[in-house]
């Protein structure tokens, strides 16, 4: 199994950035989908930003145009750079890959933008 393990959250104002980072104790080059999801208080889990194996990426609407997930494949990290953060954006992060059909999720990590 695909160990996570996640970093980079933390408290920002509103408009300022944070870059989350999420190490894998396998090659990201073979994991077949790596996903950013969120979830905040009360809230069901969503999905932020996800990668492809063979590089497709997608993000959700309400994140288009101010995240970027990106992967490092020589560091088996994947990172979700989230810029012009909005107090909705508060939440915790997890990292979650899907490898040779498994899905594994990070511990979390928490994001806080103050208005």
């Known amino acids: 199994q695909v160990q996570l393990a996640e970093s980079g959250g933390g408290t920002v104002q509103a408009g300022g950035s944070l870059r989350l980072s999420c190490a894998a104790s396998?090659?990201?080059?073979?994991?077949?989908?790596i996903n950013w999801y969120r979830q905040a208080p009360g809230k069901q889990r969503e999905l932020v930003a996800g990668?492809?194996?063979?590089?497709?990426?997608n993000y959700a609407e309400s994140v288009e145009g101010r995240f970027t997930i990106s992967r490092d494949n020589a560091k088996n990290t994947v990172y979700l750079q989230m810029n012009s953060l909005q107090p909705e954006d508060t939440a915790v992060y997890y990292c979650?890959?899907?490898?040779?059909?498994?899905?594994?999720w990070g511990q979390g990590t928490q994001v806080t933008v103050s208005s």
């Open positions: 396998t090659s990201t080059f073979a994991i077949d989908a």
């Open positions: 979650n890959v899907v490898f040779r059909g498994t899905s594994t």
């Open positions: 990668i492809m194996r063979v590089g497709t990426i």
